[in-house]
Nanobody, 125 residues
Framework: QVQLVESGGGLVQAGGSLRLSCASS????????MGWFRQAPGKEREFVGG????????YFSDSVKGRFTISRDNARDMVYLQMNNLKPEDTAVYYC??????????????????WGQGTQVTVSS
């Protein structure tokens, strides 16, 4: 059974940092592109950023570019989202995602094979 388990969310003041982790099990991790999405109340799920299978390529949405980074450890089956200079508009539930198809670091939510349960990130002003 495939599981993606996020951790690291919480409450932080604007300008602060958080590091989200996603632990995977039940899949051959290095075969999957990995990504992070977020969903704020009343809004659609938004792609935040993704990373290629090898970790050599990443992609970020314009809203987080320059503030967030993604990394992965294929030996530990882990993917991370480092979030710096957080803003109140970053408040959302953050989801880890795994996609077996495709070749780029851009993930389409309709093509994601597995989702984590989400972790809440709240940024106070």
């Amino acid at each position: 059974q495939v599981q993606l388990v996020e951790s690291g969310g919480g409450l932080v003041q604007a300008g602060g940092s958080l590091r989200l982790s996603c632990a995977s099990s039940g899949l051959t991790f290095s075969n999957y592109r990995m990504g992070w999405f977020r969903q704020a109340p009343g809004k659609e799920r938004e792609f935040v950023g993704g990373i290629s299978r090898s970790g050599g390529s990443t992609y970020f949405s314009d809203s987080v570019k320059g503030r967030f980074t993604i990394s992965r450890d294929n030996a530990r089956d882990m993917v991370y989202l480092q979030m710096n200079n957080l803003k109140p508009e970053d408040t959302a539930v953050y989801y880890c995602a795994a996609d077996f198809r495709g070749t780029t670091a851009v993930l389409n939510p309709r093509e994601v094979d597995y989702w984590g349960q989400g972790t809440q990130v709240t940024v106070s002003s």
